[in-house]
C-alpha cells in the first residue's frame, strides 16, 4: 500500500519543477551567490565573523557560486574573519 504513496509522490515532484522552470534561479533567493551583481546558484557557504564588530555568538554567512567561491573566501581569510566553509548541500 505504502508503494502507492512514492508513486504520488515522484509525480507531483516533477510537475512542480515542470512549471517553475524559468522562476527557480530568480526566487530561491537564498540560495544565490552573494557576490555583487551574481545571480548564479550558490554551491559554497562561508561562515565568518568580524571580531570588532560580532561578538563570538555572532556567526555570518555568506553563499557563493563556484566562480566566486575562492575570490569571497580569499577575501575573508585574509582578514582574519573566515571561520568555514562548506557545500550547500551539506
Ligand atoms: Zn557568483
Request: hydrophobic share 45%; glycine share 6%; with cysteine.
Amino acid at each position: 500500500m505504502r508503494a502507492l504513496d512514492g508513486g504520488t509522490a515522484s509525480a507531483a515532484v516533477t510537475s512542480r519543477y515542470g512549471t517553475s522552470l524559468y522562476g527557480a534561479w530568480v526566487s530561491d533567493a537564498d540560495v544565490l551567490c552573494s557576490a555583487k551583481g551574481c545571480r548564479a546558484a550558490a554551491t559554497v557557504v562561508l561562515s565568518w565573523r568580524n571580531p570588532r564588530l560580532h561578538d563570538a555568538a555572532r556567526v555570518k554567512t555568506w553563499l557563493a557560486c563556484d566562480e566566486h567561491a575562492d575570490h569571497l573566501a580569499q577575501f575573508l581569510e585574509v582578514r582574519g574573519f573566515l571561520l568555514s566553509r562548506a557545500a550547500v548541500d551539506e
